[in-house]
């Protein structure tokens, strides 16, 4: 059967995701691979606003309020006021700093997996990914669709309007 790009897309993220919240599990951490972006931030600024956090992480605004959520239930993080009271400022709270320092060991090691997964690859998935979302920045997928659709759309309305042979 084949699959469509989403389906695949999809399928590997089950399969990094679910090996990963295994490894996390082995090291008896309640811990979801989402949150690793946020931590990462965190460990480079020591504290964000979510606005910053979204544009490092390169998630949406709406998928970071929703793991941030997660994290402040979870015990991971603290939110506070910023300078402007709109502004809420993120940073990792003394039990998200003992899980960092737990969890280190098992980030270096996903890095070196990630990397001996790449070396076994044709082509790098890491450069594969990157050179994807930024194709897509510049033209999206909506783009894309609709350009294909008008093509074939156009294809269609030359055939129907073709005249016929005469018959001898």
């Not at 897309?9 to 979801?32: K, N, P, Q, T």
């Not at 965190?42 to 979510?50: D, K, Q, R, V, Y």
């Not at 940073?91 to 737990?102: E, I, Y």
């Not at 070396?119 to 997928?141: I, K, Y």
Request: with cysteine.
């Amino acid at each position: 059967m084949v699959h469509g790009l989403g389906t695949k897309l999809r399928r590997l993220v089950s399969l990094l995701d679910g090996d990963v919240e295994r490894i996390y599990e082995h090291a008896g951490v309640a811990f979801r691979a989402r949150y690793y972006p946020v931590y990462q931030a965190l460990e480079a600024e020591g504290s964000c606003t979510i606005r910053a956090l979204a544009v490092r992480s390169g998630l949406t605004h709406s998928a970071l309020s929703q793991t941030i959520s997660e994290m402040l239930g979870a015990g991971l993080v603290v939110v506070v006021r910023g300078e402007d009271a709109r502004e809420r400022k993120v940073h990792l709270s003394a039990k998200g700093q003992r899980v960092m320092a737990v969890l280190q060991p098992y980030w270096d090691a996903i890095s070196a997996a990630a990397l001996s997964l790449d070396q076994e690859l044709e082509v790098s998935l890491s450069r594969a990914l990157d050179g994807a979302a930024e194709a897509l920045e510049r033209r999206s997928f909506y783009e894309r669709v609709s350009a294909e659709l008008g093509a074939a759309g156009e294809r269609a309305t030359r055939v129907r309007t073709r005249t016929p042979k005469k018959a001898k």
